[in-house]
């Protein structure tokens, strides 16, 4: 966390609709507690629920999965006949994700692409409102390249784990360089507006113009 915690509670705390059941619920019923540091937290939960309630999006994309926790975060946005495609690699994290959608009025708004999101993704014919990109590291930047143009004008990606604990200043080994060359290689890109917000483990907000 790159926040103060006494900072980061305080936040908590003013939160207003902090954090529905059934994402609490994510939380209480996954076995592997170490496993869940890997997912959004209510803070960033929330922020994502924002964006997608702020830009009321036809078409989300999502680059991992994990257990659906910010697949529903983004889903509340949704327009009633909205879509979100999130691709997940991993069969079992793929199951717990579907019975945790199935409690949720979102379930039918969301559906699920087992596989690499490398050779997935140029399959898509969709042209998305929001991306949210949370999957290996090291492939940040490829998954940029091949969505940006899968993306309406005024879209917005979200790029997670960009500060990476904070070892993006002070680490050198190579998913922090991955991280790195994808923030710089952001910086420099044409055709975008982006700022970095420390949010858990730092977001990348990234504007098509």
Request: charged residues 25%; proline residues 2%; glycine residues 4%.
């Amino acid at each position: 966390m790159i926040i103060n915690n006494k900072i980061y509670k305080y936040i908590n705390y003013l939160i207003k609709n902090f954090e529905p059941v059934y994402l609490k619920n994510i939380k209480k019923n996954y076995y592997n507690k170490k496993d869940i540091k890997m997912m959004s937290d209510n803070l960033q939960g929330r922020f994502l629920s924002l964006i997608s309630r702020l830009k009321k999006p036809k078409y989300i994309l999502e680059i991992g999965t994990f257990l659906g926790y910010s697949t529903l975060c983004l889903s509340e946005g949704l327009k009633k006949n909205g879509l979100l495609i999130t691709i997940e690699k991993n069969k079992k994290y793929i199951d717990y994700a579907k019975e945790n959608f199935k409690k949720t009025k979102y379930n039918k708004n969301i559906k699920i692409l087992y596989g690499n999101a490398l050779n997935v993704i140029p399959k898509l014919k969709y042209n998305f409102d929001i991306v949210f990109i949370d999957a290996d590291k090291k492939n940040n930047l490829n998954y940029f390249k091949l969505i940006f143009n899968k993306v309406k004008k005024n879209g917005i990606i979200i790029c997670d784990n960009v500060l990476w604990k904070g070892k993006i200043i002070y680490n050198n080994d190579n998913i922090t360089k991955s991280i790195n060359k994808f923030n710089k290689t952001i910086k420099k890109y044409k055709n975008i507006n982006s700022i970095i917000i420390p949010i858990r483990d730092g977001l990348n907000i990234i504007i098509k113009n």
